[in-house]
């Protein structure tokens, strides 16, 4: 089999699955993803040596994670390519972190806007406050499955 019947393989077996269902394969059985054009990315950490992830024409991609002796594949609702899908792709296929990115951000715009006050109380509620209205944000904004 080709590098490219390898691949055309693998992701029409992945989009076959719901989102974020690993498949797995025996590192030794299929080339490695890079060879196939999935390019390095980050990703969650699950004990895998490296990230890649491939685009797929509608927007979605398929991400494969490399371990000791297999490849895990799925398939994200969001291609991550911009700034803008990050956030979307944190919202729709990570949304724990999603929920921790909105509040962490609302307590950084907390401490920010408190500052100039150089009043510790004040800098705390304002960091609680914002910090938890942001985590309800999240919370009510992410896209859970």
């Not at 699955?17 to 890079?34: F, K």
């Not at 004040?122 to 992410?142: D, E, H, P, R, W």
Request: proline residues 6%; aromatic residues 8%.
């Amino acid at each position: 089999m080709t590098t490219k019947s390898y691949l055309y393989s693998i992701i029409n077996e992945v989009i076959s699955l719901p989102p974020h269902e690993e498949i797995r394969y025996n590192r030794n059985d299929i080339p490695e993803p890079r060879d196939m054009g999935f390019e390095e990315t980050i990703g969650e950490p699950a004990g895998q040596l490296a990230d890649d992830r491939i685009s797929l024409e509608d927007g979605r991609s398929v991400h494969a994670r490399t371990y000791d002796n297999r490849v895990g594949f799925h398939w994200d609702k969001v291609h991550p390519d911009s700034l803008e899908n990050c956030i979307e792709h944190l919202r729709r296929d990570s949304p724990f972190l999603y929920v921790a990115g909105c509040t962490l951000t609302g307590a950084g715009l907390g401490a920010l806007m408190s500052a100039p006050s150089k009043k510790r109380d004040v800098i705390i509620k304002s960091v609680l406050v914002l910090g938890t209205v942001m985590f309800f944000l999240g919370v009510f904004t992410a896209e859970w499955d």
